[in-house]
C-alpha cells in the first residue's frame, strides 16, 4: 500500500569542494548517510619537503621576510627559487566539520580506497558512533595508503609546527599561493596509526549487491565500479525512491572485475563525482608515452623516478613493463619499488581474486598469479623494499628505474631521489599520478637539471563515458560537483569537457546545502492479515477494486503498518470508559463514498420520467448545467463534484440527490 | 567449344535444371558465364545454341520454373543476357525479390533494349519514340510507368536500367531515349523527400558522361538543379562527378565546386575570429556561408566532412580540376580541421562550439584531413600557412592520443610537406622551414621509435627510411640525426619482438648505412665489445630470423646496397654475394628466394652491362664475369631455382639464365666442337632435382661446361611452360565442367550409399 509523503525532505550536505576526493552527506528518509571522506591533500605543496636524510640544500634555504624587510616569520617560511614554502610538518585540508553535526551521521559509505583518507578524523574527533561500510580490498588498500602516509611523516619528526602564518591578517601579506590557501586555520596534521587502526575498527565488510538495511527505512548496495580493487558505486534506495551514488569509475579493461552500470538504472538521483582529473589525456596514450619516455632515458644511462602510491596505477603499470622492457631492450635493467607497504601491496594484489577482472580471475584456477608483477620479483627484475635504508643501499645499481611515494614530493623516499638526481640532465621524473600539479609539486626543488614528464594516467570516467553512461541508466536528476558543469577554466571552449544531460545538472560545492529533487513522494504501508481479511473491495473498473479501510496506522523503525482498529468496549466501568474513549480515535459513521460520472443524456431522460419538464442542458467547460427551468433550479455536474443549486426547497433538493445517486456507485 | 566440353554440357544442363541437385556456388556458375562470354565472342552465339539445344532449354525451364533457387535463376538471366547481345531473340522479365535476379534481369534489358535500338537507330542521327521496335517501346514504356511509380524499389530498379543503359550504350538512340524520359526524371527531382537519391545521381553522372549533353544541353539545368535540391551529403558524389567530367558548362562546375568547399568553408567560419584570411567561397554562394549547415547530428557532420575531404583529395592531382585552386584557403581549411580534432582551435561562435564539440578526437575525420593535407603539399602556400601545416603535424606526431593509424598519416603527409619542401632550387641545403622542425621531428621521432605499440614503432621507422633516403647527403640533416639516438635505435630495433618492426628496421638500418649514418655506437656499458658491423646485423637477420618479412627486407636492402656499391659491400662483392645466396638459396620463403636471384641479376648486370643492350659483352669480359660467377656459385643457386615449386623463382631464374646465355653465347658464336666439355654430370644433377631430389649438389663447375649447359638448354620452352600458371589444366573449363558435375555425382553416391 503506498501513502504520499509529503513530508520528508532531502538533502545533500556538501563536505568538500574536491571532485575526486568527495565527501558528502544525504539526509534520506530520515537516516544521514556519509558518502566517502576524501582527504585533500594538495595542501602539503605549501610544505617544505621532509627530507629523508639530511638536505644542505633544504636546510640552508634563506627564510621569507616581508617586503619591508620585516623577517618575523622567517622561521616559518622559507624562499626557494622565487616560492615561498612553509616549513613545517605538512599538514591537509580536511572535509567541512561546521556544516553539519557529524556526531548524526548513522553510517559512511566508502567507494574507494583514495576517497577514505579523512575517515580518522571523522570517526575519531566528530562524536561519530555509526558504522562505516567498504569492501575488503578498499579497507585493506586503504589500510596501507593510511600506513604508509603515518610512516612517511612520522619517520621525519619535525621539531617546529608553524602556526604564525595561518593568522589572517597575517597571511593577506604572503605571496600566492600561499595568500590564496583556504580554510588555513581548520588545516590538520596528520593522524596517527592508533587512530587508524581504532577508524578502521568502525569498518563493516561489504560484497558487491550485498544489500544492507538501514534502520528498515533504507537499503544501501555497494556496486562494482571499475576503478580499482573493491571500489564501489553505492546504491541507496527506499522502496520509492532511488540514489546512485557514483564515485571514482573506470570503463576501461584494467585489473579491477568491469563496472556495473546496469543496477544503476531508474534513478531519482544519480550523484556523479570522481570523474578523471585529465580528460583530455587518453590513458592508453600516456602508458605509451611513460614506456617511450622510460626507455629513452635508461638507454641514456639516465634513471628514471616514478611518484607513486603504493597501490593502484602503480599494478597496471608493472605489468605494461613486465610486456615492454623485454621489446625495448631494458630487461637488465633494476625496478626498484620502495615503500613501507610495498611488500604487502604486492601480495594483497594477488590475493584479492573475486575482486579482479575475468581474465585475472581465470588465471587463479590454473593457477597463476593474476599479476604478473609475482614473476618480475621472481627473476629479481622487480626488487622492492620498505625504504632506502638497509638492503635497498646495498642492492642499488644504477641506471634503474624507481617507483615510491609520495606523488606530492613532500615526504616519502621520492624526496631523497629527486635530491639526488635532480642535478643530472640526464634522470628523468615521470608523474603518472594525476592528483597534484606536477609543477607545484616540483617547485621546492628548483632549480632542476632533471627531465620531467608529466603522463597522468587516470583510468577514471571521461566525459564521452559520462554523457554514455547517462544516456544508458538515464536517471531523473544528476547531481554534480560545480567543475563538472563548465569547461575547465584553461580550456573554456572546449564544450566537450563538461557533463551535458537533460535536465541540466544540479551543482555543488563545499560548504553548500542542496535540496534533492524528488518526484516520488510514496511510503509503503503493511496491511495487517486480519484487517485484510476485513475489506470488502468493489470492482469499480475491469482489474481496479476499491474498498474503504478504517485503521490505525502505526509507524515504528520507519515501517509503517495498518492495524485493525480496537473495538470499541463497552461501557462497563466509568475509569476505563473514560480510558477508553481517551486512546481510541474517533469512529464517526462516515458517509459511503461514491464513484462513477453520469451520463447526462439518461440523466435528462430520468428527469423527465420522474415529471420534471423545460429541461435545458448547457455545456461548460468543466462538464455540464442542467437547467431545470420551472423549478428555477440548476445541477452542476462536473468531473469531481455535483452541485444542485434551488432555492430552498429542501424536498426538492433530495429528490434530485437521490436521482444522480443512481448513477453512481457507492461503497 | 571443344569436343569433350560439347559432351559434358548437356549433363551440367540437366544439373542445373533440376532444383534437387544443390549446384556449386557462386564461384564455379561466374567461372561458368566467363567461359560463355568467351565462347559466344569467338563464334556466333545462334549457333552456339542451335548446336547444344540443352541451353535453350535450360534458358526455357528456368522462365518457366517455380522452385529454380534465384542463383541459378540469376545465372540463366545473365546466360540469357550473355546470348542476347548477339541474338534478338528473348523476352524480357524484371521485378524479382532476389537482388541477384532483379540485377541481372535490369542487365538483360539493357542488352534487349541495345539490341532492338541499333538496326533502327543505323543511318538516323535521332530516332522518334513512334519509330522504336516494339521491344523496345515495351520496355521503355515499363521503365516510364517505373518512373511515375510512388513505389521506392521501382523508381530505383528503372534508374539502375537507365544508369546501365546510359553507361554501356553508345549509339545516338540513347539521345532519343533521354528526350523522352528526362522530363520524367525532372518529375522525380520536384519530390518530397527525393526518391532514390543516391541512384538518380548516379543516372545524372552517367547520362552526363554519355553522348546526350551534346544534343541536349538542358541536361545541365538539370544536373544544377538536382545540385541545390540534394542535401550536403548527397549532392557531394553528384558534385565530384561533375568535376571530373571533360566538358561541362563553367557555372555548374563553380556551383558543384563550390558544394565540395561548402563543409570547409563552415569549419574555417567556425574558426574565424575577424574575417582576416580570405574564405572559400567568395561571391554568389557568400550567403550560405554559415555553421549552422552543417548537419546537426555528429554521425552525418563527419560523414559530410569526410566525403568532402575525400572528393577534393582526388580532384587536387586531375589536370581537369577547379582553376583557381584555392589552394591557400584549403589549406587553412584542413589546418583548422586538425586543430578542432586535437582540440587546440578555440569556435568562433555557439554554433562552431557544437562543431568542435563534435570534431574532438574524431579519428575518421583526422585521418581524412591528414591525407588531404598530404596532398595539398603539391602544392605551394603562404609561408606563414606552412608553418601551420608544419605546427599542427607536429601536434599530432607528438601527441601521445594519437591513434597508431592517424600517427601513421600523419608520418605521411609530414614526409609529403618536408620532401615538398625541402630544398630551393640551387640551394644546397634544408629549407629554413624544413630545418626548423627538424630537431623537434627527430627529438619526437627518438620517442616513437620507444613505442610499447608496434604500429607505431613501425610507422615511425618507415618515416626515418624515407626522409633518409631524400635526405641523407643533405648536412643539417646529417647533423642532427648524428647528434640523436636515432641510429642506435634503429639498431636495437632489429631484435624487435615484433617480425613487422624488425623489417622495417631493416629497411632503416639499410638506408641509414647507405648514407654512412650507422656509426659505429660507443657503448657505455661494454665498450670492449666490438659492435657487429650493419652487414653483418643483416646477415644474421638473414640466416636466423624465423619471420619471413625482416629476411625479405634484408634481401631487397642487399640488392640495393649491391646496385648503389655500398662501401662495406664494395670492399668485396664476390664473398658478399656468395654469403648472400647461399644464404638464400636455403630460405624457405619464395620470395627471399626471387629477390636472392634479383640480387643475383643485380650482380650479372654489374659484370657483364645492363640488361637490355643488346650487344654480347667482349669475350675477355664474358671469361672473368663467368669465373665470378663459378666462384659465387651463382649457377647452383640459378639451377636450382629453375625447378623451384613455386613458379615466380623459376621464371626469375629462368629469365635470369636466358639473359646470361644471350649476353655470354651470343648466337653466331664459335663453338669449340672438338673440345665439348663434359657436362654430363651436370645435367645428370639437374634431371635429379627436376625430379624433386634436390640433395645432390652440383660440384665444381667449369666456365665452358656452364656455357655448354646453357646452350643445351630449351630455355625458351621452359619460359613458355612456366608462362602458363601452374593450375592452368585445372582451370580449364573442360576441369570445371567435371568438377561442377562431379560434385554432384558425389552426392549420387552418397544417396546410393543411403540404400
Known sequence: ?667 | MDPECARLLPALCAVLADPRQPVADDTCLEKLLDWFKAVTEAGSSLLLLQEHPCLVELLFHALRAQDLSPRTLSFALRLAGVFAAQENCFQHLQGDPSLFVASAAGQLLVHILDLAMREPAEGRVCPQAWDWPVCARKIVCHLEDCLRSDAAPRVTQALHVLTTTFGHCHGLWTQGLWVQLSPLVACLLEKDPMPAPHTLVDLLLSVARSSVPSSDPGLWETVAQTLSRLSPTQAGPLAAGILKLQDCPQALRIQAFNVLLQPLACVLEAATQAPATPGLLEGAAGDLMAVDTLPPSKSACVGLLCSALAHLELLQPLPQRPSPWPQAPLLAAAVTILRFCNGSAAPSSEAGGRLCTMLVGCVRVQRAALDFLGVLSQGLGPQELVTQVFAVLLEYLMSPDSSPMVLKKAFQATLRWLLSSAMPPGCCDLEPCAQLVLGELLAMLQKRLCSPCWEVRDSGLEFLTQVTRHWGGQASFRQVLLASELPELTRQLLQDPESYVRASAVAAVGQLSSWGLLAAPSSPEQPAIPQETPLEALLLILTTDSEGFPRRAVMRVFTEWLRDGHAEVAEDPERFVAQVLRAAGKDGDWEVRVQGLELALVFLERLLGPRGSSAAAPPSVTARALRALCQVQLFEFAFRSLFDCDRPVAQKSCDLLLFLRATATPPGSPQEAGDRPNVASVEAALRRWRAGEQGQPLGELAPEAILAVLRSMDLEALRDTLAKSSDHVERSPQSLLQDMLATVGVLGDNEADCY
Open chain 1, 1 to 667: 500500500m503506498e501513502q504520499r509523503n509529503g513530508f520528508m525532505g532531502h538533502f545533500q550536505y556538501c563536505l568538500s569542494g574536491h571532485p575526486t576526493l568527495p565527501c558528502n552527506v544525504l539526509k534520506f528518509k530520515s537516516t544521514t548517510i556519509m558518502l566517502d571522506c576524501g582527504l585533500d591533500m594538495t595542501s602539503t605543496l605549501n610544505f617544505l619537503p621532509l627530507p629523508l636524510v639530511q638536505s644542505p640544500r633544504l636546510s640552508s634555504l634563506p627564510g621569507w621576510s616581508l617586503k619591508d624587510g620585516n623577517a618575523f616569520l622567517d622561521k616559518e617560511l622559507k624562499e626557494c627559487s622565487g616560492h615561498v614554502f612553509v616549513d613545517s610538518v605538512p599538514e591537509f585540508c580536511l572535509p567541512e566539520t561546521e556544516l553539519i553535526d557529524l556526531s548524526t551521521v548513522d553510517v559512511i559509505l566508502i567507494s574507494n580506497y583514495h576517497c577514505m583518507m579523512a575517515l580518522p578524523y571523522i570517526t575519531e574527533h566528530t562524536g561519530f558512533t555509526g558504522t562505516v561500510y567498504a569492501t575488503e580490498p578498499t579497507v585493506q588498500i586503504g589500510r596501507l595508503l593510511m600506513e604508509e602516509l603515518v610512516n612517511f611523516i612520522e619517520r621525519v619528526p619535525k621539531a617546529q609546527s608553524a602556526s604564525l602564518w595561518k593568522n589572517k591578517d597575517i597571511q593577506r601579506l604572503l605571496p600566492s599561493p600561499l595568500k590564496d590557501a583556504v580554510e588555513v586555520s581548520t588545516w590538520r596534521r596528520c593522524y596517527t596509526m592508533q587512530e587508524v587502526n581504532s577508524a578502521l575498527s568502525k569498518i563493516q565488510l561489504v560484497g558487491y549487491s550485498q544489500k544492507i538495511e538501514l534502520f528498515g527505512a533504507v537499503q544501501v548496495t555497494p556496486l562494482s565500479s571499475g576503478y580499482a580493487l573493491g571500489s564501489s558505486n553505492w546504491i541507496i534506495q527506499s522502496h520509492y525512491e532511488k540514489v546512485s551514488y557514483v564515485s571514482g569509475s573506470s570503463l576501461l579493461t584494467t585489473h579491477p572485475q568491469p563496472m556495473d552500470q546496469a543496477s544503476l538504472k531508474n534513478s531519482d538521483v544519480l550523484i556523479l563525482t570522481g570523474l578523471t582529473q585529465i580528460p583530455t589525456a587518453n590513458p592508453d596514450g600516456m602508458v605509451g608515452e611513460f614506456c617511450s619516455n622510460l626507455a629513452l632515458t635508461v638507454r641514456n644511462g639516465g634513471n628514471v623516478l616514478v611518484p607513486c602510491y603504493p597501490s593502484g596505477v602503480i599494478y597496471d603499470l608493472l605489468e605494461c613493463l613486465y610486456q615492454y622492457i623485454d621489446s625495448a631492450g631494458l630487461s637488465s635493467i633494476p625496478f626498484y619499488f620502495i615503500s613501507p607497504v610495498a611488500n604487502s601491496s604486492l601480495e594483497f594484489s594477488q590475493i584479492f581474486a573475486e575482486w579482479l577482472c575475468h581474465n585475472k580471475q581465470t588465471k587463479v584456477y590454473l593457477p597463476e598469479p593474476p599479476f604478473p608483477h609475482a614473476e618480475l620479483i621472481q627473476t629479481n627484475k622487480l626488487k622492492h623494499y620498505p625504504s632506502i635504508h638497509g638492503d635497498f643501499s646495498n642492492d642499488f645499481r644504477q641506471p634503474c628505474v624507481v617507483f615510491t611515494g609520495h606523488p606530492s614530493l613532500r615526504f616519502g623516499d621520492v624526496v631523497h631521489f629527486m635530491e639526488l638526481w635532480g642535478k643530472s640532465s640526464l634522470n628523468t621524473v615521470i608523474f603518472t599520478e594525476p592528483d597534484f600539479s606536477y609543477l607545484e609539486a616540483l617547485a621546492p626543488y628548483q632549480p632542476l637539471a632533471m627531465k620531467c614528464v608529466y603522463c597522468p594516467i587516470d583510468t577514471r570516467l571521461n566525459f564521452i563515458q559520462v554523457s554514455k553512461l547517462l544516456k544508458e541508466v538515464q536517471p531523473l536528476h544528476v547531481v554534480c560537483p560545480e567543475q563538472y558543469t563548465q569547461p575547465p577554466p584553461a580550456q573554456s571552449h572546449r564544450m566537450d569537457l563538461m557533463v551535458d544531460c537533460q535536465p541540466p545538472a544540479m551543482s555543488y560545492r563545499r560548504a553548500e546545502v542542496l535540496a534533492l529533487p524528488f518526484k516520488r513522494r510514496y511510503e509503503k504501508i503493511e496491511i495487517m492479515p486480519e484487517l485484510a481479511d476485513s475489506l470488502v473491495p468493489m470492482e469499480i473498473k475491469p482489474g481496479i477494486s476499491l474498498a474503504t479501510v478504517s485503521a490505525v496506522l502505526r509507524t515504528k523503525d520507519n515501517k509503517h503498518v495498518l492495524q485493525p482498529p480496537p473495538r470499541p468496549t463497552q461501557p462497563t466501568g466509568g475509569k476505563k470508559r473514560k480510558r477508553a474513549s481517551d486512546d481510541i480515535p474517533d469512529c464517526k459513521v462516515l458517509k459511503p463514498l461514491l464513484s462513477g460520472s453520469i451520463p447526462v443524456d439518461q440523466f435528462v431522460q430520468t428527469l423527465e420520467k420522474h415529471g420534471f419538464s423545460d429541461i435545458k442542458v448547457e455545456d461548460t467547460a468543466k462538464g455540464h448545467i442542467v437547467l431545470l427551468q420551472e423549478a428555477e433550479t440548476l445541477i452542476q455536474i462536473e468531473e469531481d463534484s455535483t452541485h444542485i443549486i434551488c432555492d430552498d426547497d429542501e424536498v426538492l433538493r433530495v429528490r434530485l440527490r437521490d436521482l444522480v445517486l443512481k448513477f453512481l456507485q457507492k461503497f
